[in-house]
């Protein structure tokens, strides 16, 4: 699965480095393909940012550690003083984080998830539900279609679950479980959420049985090797936050809503009149519906989420959800939300498709055009992934 982080980790590449690539985190630009060449450049870059400043992050970040490693070093400083520097943004997300985190944290408790691994969803899609990156992965968990088939999401025209916080939650949690049980290590795990466990299965017969992240990092995709550093960092700000003056806002709605099983169709449009609650805020509490239309049925309910509102308001959308002459009205097609990938490749520089060179694998050309290995053979009708000099590849779903 391919994941993209906040547009403005764009900045490091200009901060940092100017003449070679500097890591962020999720869907990879060609510049950023050569980051292996320039490791040592960039550490020594880094290793400026240390000494005390290092010391004092290394105490906090072991302050906080739970079942998730912690750990300390100048791939996370890097990131822990990009998203420092971003003070509006992270506030921004810290109050999001208030109506989120209660929905995750029940769900990683229920299926034996650290829960710390909550974070993740900030990393991958600053906990925006309607968040399309460039090759498609979509929602707070940015599942890509394929896997999110796999993990039991529905996509149809009414509906996306991938956007559905509770649904996509599940999903990300059995895929973090399985990741987790195959190799034993919950920051293998985080990286293969990023690359792929095949990527990641790559990677530990490459370092020798090594199967640890930072034993194996060399030999991972240019993005994974800086989403689990980009994880920690996450984690340390989200409780360190008020050590660099960051001030959590508003998230925007209301934290305390009701949920309501709807069985007949029926426009958020429709709801937003009867509550008298602005559409918008109904469209984010219900991201799931395209057309911001429920399409419920009897043998098929589907979840409706409203803020707390008065008696009289719940009274009148009970007779209209239970009247026999409601007809829904029209409501305009949700609005999909696109954020910028850090290190993010302009989508028209990516060719419809691709002439395998001699010496390339299929996680190669993934990792070059952002896209999943699983993916790549679904489009292709690769069963077993194997491809030779002068075939010609899709490289997308078209």
């Known amino acids: 699965m391919k994941r993209f ?79 420092a520097a971003n003070r509006e943004e992270m506030g921004h997300v810290i109050g999001l984080s208030k109506y989120y985190f209660p929905i995750y944290e029940k769900i990683f408790h229920d299926a034996g998830i650290p829960e710390e691994i909550e974070y993740l969803s900030i990393v991958e899609s600053k906990l925006d539900p309607n968040a399309v990156s460039r090759v498609g992965a979509t929602g707070p968990w940015q599942f890509m279609t394929t896997t999110a088939k796999l993990y039991g999401l529905n996509m149809d025209d009414y509906v996306d679950e991938r956007r559905d916080p509770i649904r996509a939650t599940y999903a990300a949690a059995a895929y973090l479980k399985d990741a987790y049980e195959e190799f034993g290590d919950w920051l293998l795990a985080i990286a293969s959420y990023n690359c792929g466990k095949s990527n990641i299965e790559n990677a530990i017969a490459q370092a020798g049985g090594a199967t640890d992240f930072w034993s194996i ?8 090797r800086n989403y689990v550093p980009a994880y920690i960092a996450v984690a340390y700000i989200m409780n360190y936050y008020s050590k660099h003056d960051i001030v959590p806002q508003p998230c925007g709605f209301s934290l305390k809503v009701d949920t309501i099983r709807v069985d007949r169709p029926i426009s958020l449009y429709s709801v937003s009149n ?114 030779q000099p002068g075939m010609t590849l899709k490289i997308s779903r078209g």
Request: aromatic residues 10%.
């Open 5 to 83: 982080l906040t547009f403005f980790v764009c900045l490091l590449s200009l901060q940092i480095v100017k003449t070679s690539a500097a890591p962020l985190l999720s869907a990879s630009t060609a510049s950023s393909r050569n980051f292996h060449t320039t490791d040592t450049t960039f550490v020594r870059a880094a290793n400026q940012l240390q000494g005390y400043h290092g010391t004092l992050t290394e105490r906090r970040l072991d302050s906080i550690k739970k079942d998730v490693p912690l750990d300390y070093n100048e791939f996370v400083q890097t990131y822990i003083d990009l998203y």
């Open 274 to 387: 009867i509550l008298n609650v602005d559409i918008k805020i109904l469209a984010l509490l219900n991201p799931a519906y395209r057309m911001q239309a429920i399409n419920g049925t009897p043998a098929n309910p589907r979840r409706l989420i409203i803020p707390e509102c008065s008696k009289s308001a719940y009274t009148a959308l009970y007779n209209v959800l239970n009247g026999s002459n409601y007809v829904p009205a029209p409501a305009p097609a949700v609005q999909k939300t696109y954020v910028p990938n850090y290190q993010q490749q302009r989508s028209d520089d990516i060719p419809a498709f691709h002439k395998v060179r001699k010496g390339e694998t299929l996680a190669a050309i993934a990792d070059k055009y952002g896209v999943d290995v699983q993916d790549l053979k679904d489009w292709n009708h690769l069963k077993k992934g194997h491809i």
């Open 217 to 224: 990092r060399q030999y991972l995709p240019v993005e994974t």
